[in-house]
T-cell receptor
Framework: AQSVTQPDIHITVSEGASLELRCNYS??????LFWYVQSPGQGLQLLLK??????LVQGIKGFEAEFKRSQSSFNLRKPSVHWSDAAEYFC????????????FGIGTKLQVIP | DAGVIQSPRHEVTEMGQEVTLRCKPI?????LFWYRQTMMRGLELLIY????????DSGMPEDRFSAKMPNASFSTLKIQPSEPRDSAVYFC??????????????FGPGTRLTVT
């Protein structure tokens, strides 16, 4: 069965600093990978996704993520964080064929300080 | 499009009462998901429909929970009787099952359920 690990529950960064949120997955083949963001009181919004091809994917709001098969990782990055990026971020994995069950990580809560 | 619509946004009820949560998926989407989010367990998939048919309900906690999708534009999640441990935020999400588009799930704003 697939699984997702987000090792950091909380992260605090200064506005303007770079950001990297970690995500490791467990799956027998190449999965489909996602990052979602959840602002307080809101539903989840898709930031970016990886299906195949270029391992560096660009998303909305200036985010990018890199798929590294050898490390089973799909880390999310942003070069300069804005105060509005404060939210909870979820990494997710789904099998690359058939039933589309998505497994979500526990989430990483990002705090941005001035 | 208005996105996924859920109602009510907040529900407070007493233990033992019946609770019905409602969801209207995005028009044209053929897959619908119900999730539950808690601090302790994170985001859990409860049930998944494809073309109005329940495909996977293995996440439904127990018989007190039931879900229906009578047509492509409406789904309900019912809890009867409700218990305090059912307190959580319940999300509905929809997607379109098609080449490389199947996994873009669009989430509604959620229903925050409090059972006292």
């Amino acid at each position: 069965a697939q699984s997702v690990t987000q090792p950091d529950i909380h992260i605090t960064v200064s506005e303007g600093a770079s950001l990297e949120l970690r995500c490791n997955y467990s799956y027998g083949a190449t999965p489909y990978l996602f990052w979602y963001v959840q602002s307080p009181g809101q539903g989840l919004q898709l930031l970016l996704k990886y299906f195949s091809g270029d391992t560096l994917v660009q998303g909305i709001k200036g985010f990018e993520a890199e798929f590294k098969r050898s490390q089973s990782s799909f880390n999310l990055r942003k070069p300069s964080v804005h105060w509005s990026d404060a939210a909870e971020y979820f990494c997710a994995v789904a099998p690359s064929g058939g039933y589309q069950k998505v497994t979500f990580g526990i989430g990483t809560k990002l705090q941005v300080i001035p | 499009d208005a996105g996924v619509i859920q109602s009510p946004r907040h529900e407070v009820t007493e233990m033992g009462q019946e609770v019905t949560l409602r969801c209207k998926p995005i028009s044209g989407h053929n897959s619908l998901f119900w999730y539950r989010q808690t601090m302790m367990r994170g985001l859990e998939l409860l049930i998944y429909f494809n073309n109005n048919v329940p495909i996977d309900d293995s996440g439904m906690p127990e018989d007190r929970f039931s879900a229906k999708m009578p047509n492509a534009s409406f789904s309900t999640l019912k809890i009867q009787p409700s218990e305090p441990r059912d307190s959580a935020v319940y999300f509905c999400a929809s997607s379109f099952w098609g080449e490389k588009m199947a996994y873009e799930q669009y989430f509604g704003p959620g229903t925050r359920l409090t059972v006292t």
